[in-house]
């Protein structure tokens, strides 16, 4: 079974510094989905980067990117210039297949920006 | 801008009663999740749906029906609430397999039951 496995219960960092928040899986699939999920303090979830397996290139939105080692088995978050706004729980997400549309998600990272 | 909303914020119900989330949907999506949500625990799914009067066990569908008589609309049905289903239950939906963009799922602002 794929699993999901986030380290980091709590992080904090200062507006505008880089921060990186750590995701690991495991599968035995070779073809899947990654994602990172933010939910902000009113709760309401969106999806904030994806990363196709078999893309090598890492993915990129604005100042969000990812780092996605396969072998590894690792897929972190990293946030630059960081802003009051990213304040949030951030979600790192598996699916399988998107046919099923399933998602598997590990614990959660609550991120604090700090002014 | 897709739009899924559930019933209530806040629930508050007694110990045995039957419990009832609604969520709906506004962009025609085929499939629909209910999860849970716990601290340290992350998101849970419950049951999903795939299309209409079609479901699914998640990883923890016991105590939890649903139903899906309609494609916006999405139940979840507490059938006998227990004092460990207090929790933050959280719905989503999104594209069918073969659309672009199937891959994500959009939430609803989630409930928060609470059973004493």
């Known amino acids: 079974a794929q699993t999901v496995t986030q380290s980091q219960p709590e992080m904090s960092v200062q507006e505008a510094e880089t921060v990186t928040l750590s995701c690991t899986y495991d599968t035995s699939e070779n073809n899947y989905y990654l994602f990172w999920y933010k939910q902000p303090p009113s709760r309401q979830m969106i999806l904030v980067i994806r990363?196709?397996?078999?893309?090598?290139q890492n993915a990129t939105e604005n100042r969000f990117s990812v780092n996605f080692q396969k072998a590894a088995k690792s897929f972190s978050l990293k946030i630059s210039d960081s802003q009051l706004g990213d304040t949030a729980m951030y979600f790192c997400?598996?699916?399988?297949?998107?046919?099923?549309?399933?998602?598997?998600f590990g614990q959660g990272t609550t991120l604090q920006v700090k002014p | 801008d897709v739009k899924v909303t559930q019933s209530s914020r806040y629930l508050v119900k007694r110990t045995g009663e039957k419990v009832f989330l609604e969520c709906v949907q506004d962009m025609d999506h085929e499939n629909m999740f209910w999860y849970r949500q716990d601290p340290g625990l992350g998101l849970r799914l419950i049951y999903f749906s795939y299309d209409v009067k079609m479901k699914e066990k998640g990883d923890i569908p016991e105590g939890y029906s649903v139903s899906r008589e309609k494609k916006e609309r999405f139940s979840l049905i507490l059938e006998s609430a227990s004092t460990n289903q207090t929790s933050m239950y959280l719905c989503?939906?999104?594209f069918g397999s073969g659309v672009e963009g199937s891959y994500e799922q959009y939430f609803g602002p989630g409930t928060r039951l609470t059973v004493t």
């Open positions: 997400a598996f699916m399988k297949h998107v046919n099923t549309g399933k998602l598997i």
């Open positions: 989503a939906s999104s």
């Open positions: 990363q196709e397996a078999y893309k090598q």
